[in-house]
């Protein structure tokens, strides 16, 4: 900025010396790293979300005078509004082209690669099966990787294979409101799963009318009709969701992962997906909200808020913009509030979820009647279920460390955007200020006192009290100057009752025309029948006029 030069109103201006810095934080492990992009960077990962629907503000762009500072300026707080704006979203906050552009170093390896070539070494031992294509970011999940398979004696049939981290595979479980494994195995690296492929897709494809094959982005960021279920829809769907989760529950067994995309739809039936991820140690797909309360902490709570979003997208058929809720839109049925307000309002987030129990005796799932003939089976031997037993405790535990450490930072952060507002500095200002008064006025006040005790120390005028039959102090008798003229002379002293403590040397005498006398000390009165010419002959008739007068 030159001399002279005035402030642009609203621009930030930067010394050309510094260099540019973007500092990312993360909000799980609290903790910041800095990266450095070009705009060229900015403008391609846009160029990939375009796949999304979404209107993105980014900056656009700018071929002359892109080098001036305030145009760098204002680049600069748009970008941050961008990534503000990304991060904000959260489906595009979980998408792997996102974290690769904040996190390059924990997201550098291509995924879909490294899956293809685990099944395909797989598949060299087993004939029977055939990969047909990937399926690409058809799921949210990083490092799952989906893939459509065949069996060459059946060509007709489709399945879908997803490829995992590495996991120690449970019995095969039979329950009607269960989506069965059809094979499934492990290794050292990596596990893989087939299930029947569903050309109908998950639950969230029939609310947001989208097909199973198209990329997650396209499918749910940002869907053309927003159109709830049917209430005899909500009532079936959510009362069989609750069957299985209060058989998982029973059986000790750890999930944590609901919503629309893990239930599958087979006719009028729902079905649970991905059991496995509870023993993969993979987070929630709704982990960044439920994180944020500490009264949230256990599986069978975590499941419970999980299901109040699922309820919330069958009814309106988006998901809910924040969390806690304080507000419902119109429903098809107040019963329906009512399982909502206690599952995502800010007094349930705050005084914790009700149980599976009390949701199935809540009016709206209770009067739902299941017809189902196939029988649960869930066998699960001694020693996986004392692993399973563990396995939750570890994510509980895991969970209630994370909510404190979140607690604490936003804490901090309050604190530390308290103390730096604006308000708070004027406050702090007006108060030194005060201060700063007070603390010259007691100086004032106290400076004053020791001056006025050194005056009075320096007159001698603080002598003791004497009775009348005490004999004369003879520190007072040479305070007036009497001394020896005095001696031999009729003095009489009479007792007063001055109320004075402490006077000036020039007060302690008055002066009589008639030539007696009187000195005034505290508790003491002189008096002298002789006149001043006589006990003082040097003492000038002019200045006894004067005394006189006054």
Known sequence: MAFMEKLPAG??????TVPLTAAIEASQSLQSHTIVRRYSDFDLLNNSLQIAGLSLPLPPKKLIGNMDREFIAERQK????????????????????VKKFLDPNNYSANYTEIALQHVSMFFRSEPKWEVVEPLKDIGWRIRKKYFLMKIKNQPKERLVLSWQCPIKLLPSCLHPYIYRVTFATANESSALLIRMFNEKGTLKDLIY????????????C?????????????????????EVLKFLHDKGFPYGHLHTSNVMLD??????????????????????????????????????????????????????????????????????????????????????????????????FSDVLLTTSEKPQFKIPTKLKEALRIAKECIEKRLIEEQKQIHQHRRLTRAQSHH??????????????????????????????KYSNSNNSGSGAS????????????????????????????????STSSTSTSTSSSSLTSFEHRGALTVSTPGCEWREPRGLTQLHPEFPKRNFEESRNL
């Open 209 to 220: 009318k989208a097909k199973p094959k198209d990329p997650f982005l396209k499918k749910y």
């Open 267 to 364: 006719g009028d039936t729902c079905r649970l997906l991905d059991l496995e991820n509870s023993l993969l140690g993979l987070p929630s797909f709704y982990r960044s909200y439920f994180s944020q309360f500490r009264k949230i902490n256990t599986l069978e709570s975590v499941d419970v808020h999980c299901f109040g979003h699922l309820l919330y997208e069958m009814t309106y058929g988006r998901p809910p913009d924040s969390v806690p809720v304080d507000s419902f839109p119109p429903a098809p049925s107040m019963a329906v509030v009512a399982v909502l307000e206690s599952t995502l309002s800010c007094e349930a987030c705050k005084n914790g979820m009700p149980t599976v129990s009390r949701l199935l005796q809540m009016p709206l």
């Open 11 to 16: 621009k930030v201006l930067l010394d050309d």
């Open 463 to 494: 002598s003791p009290l004497t009775s009348p039959s005490s004999p004369t102090p003879p520190s007072t008798a040479a305070a007036l100057g009497l001394g020896k003229r005095c001696k031999g002379r009729d003095v009489r002293v009479t």
């Open 78 to 97: 748009g970008l941050q509004n961008y990534l503000n704006v990304i991060t904000t979203n959260h489906i595009l906050s979980n998408c792997e082209l």
């Open 222 to 242: 940002n869907p053309k009709k927003v159109q709830g279920l049917e209430l005899q829809q909500i009532k079936t769907y959510g009362r069989q969701v609750l």
């Open 420 to 449: 730096g507002s604006e308000e708070e500095r004027k406050r702090r200002k007006i108060l030194a200020r005060k201060k700063s008064k007070r603390s010259a006025v007691e100086n004032n006040e106290e400076h004053s006192a």
